[in-house]
């Protein structure tokens, strides 16, 4: 057993009230027109009105503006509802102090605030930086070992909702994200970044030496293992992954092929990145 699992049962999440923080985010984007399309009422919450008004959600999706680094969040939420929390700021500045001096308080406050008010089922996004500078195939499981800011905020994030859990009443699901790609992507992010290059005609791309390993997903597929998570019975500790290990230049490689591009590789012009290792990918696990 982890420590985030509990003796006593919980009702897993049936259709109700479900508050996404981050909603306007890379991932939250995804999570809430997937959440109300399976009869959820969705609350969304973000710090830019006209960025989720941009988005095109249908008219029942409720959006209420609230940054929770700079504000107490005073929604109200109905009795027993669920929340995912995705909002965090400052990525993918991993070693900005930013995230254990703003974020961690910040969101410590959100979530255990939301409870107090009447949520009963916590869904939060962890990060596969967790596990530290730890190789191979890493499992729910696995001892977290994180070693910059962000990772180590993330952990400390669970530490106290572990915790809170013994004075209040919720559920928890904590979703260890690995990699992914799609709509609404950092700008940074290699695949956005070849995106560019290719629509900009240019006729080399500059990257690494390609090797690592690393475990990718569309960010659809992530949204779909939160809400799966969401509905899990119980407290989960999980990985949301393929399970499959690829290298960054087959991920590239592939891209190219799929976009009918004409570009060449530059391998080894940045070096590789030293805040995770080489090769690590997430076990998969059944959530029913």
Known sequence: MNDIDQTSARTAAEPGQVIVSGATGFVG???VPLLHAQGYRVVALGRDADRAAALGWPADIAFYPVDIVKHDCDFQPEAGASLIHLAWQGLPDYRSLSHLELNLPASCRFIRGMVERGVSNVVVAGTCLEYGMQDGALGADTVPLP??????????????????????????????????????????????????????????????????????????????????????????????????????????????????????????????????????????????
């Open 29 to 31: 984007r995804h999570v």
């Open 147 to 288: 070693d910059n800011p962000y990772a180590i905020a993330k952990n400390a994030l669970r530490q106290y909702l572990v915790c809170a859990q013994r004075t209040l009443p919720f559920s928890l699901k904590w979703g260890r994200l690995f990699y992914m790609y799609g709509a609404g992507q950092n700008p940074k992010s290699v695949l956005a970044q070849l995106d560019t290059a290719i629509a900009q005609g240019d006729t080399v791309f500059r990257m690494s030496g390609g090797e690592q390993l690393r475990d990718y997903l569309p960010v659809t597929a992530v949204a779909s293992g939160l809400v799966d998570l969401l509905r899990a019975p119980g407290d989960r500790l999980a990985n949301i992954c393929s399970g499959t290990p690829i290298s960054i230049r087959r991920l590239v490689e592939e891209r190219i092929r799929a976009r009918s591009a004409s570009i060449t590789l530059e391998l080894g012009h940045y070096p590789y990145p030293d805040y995770e290792p080489m090769a690590f990918w997430g076990k998969k696990q059944d959530l029913s």
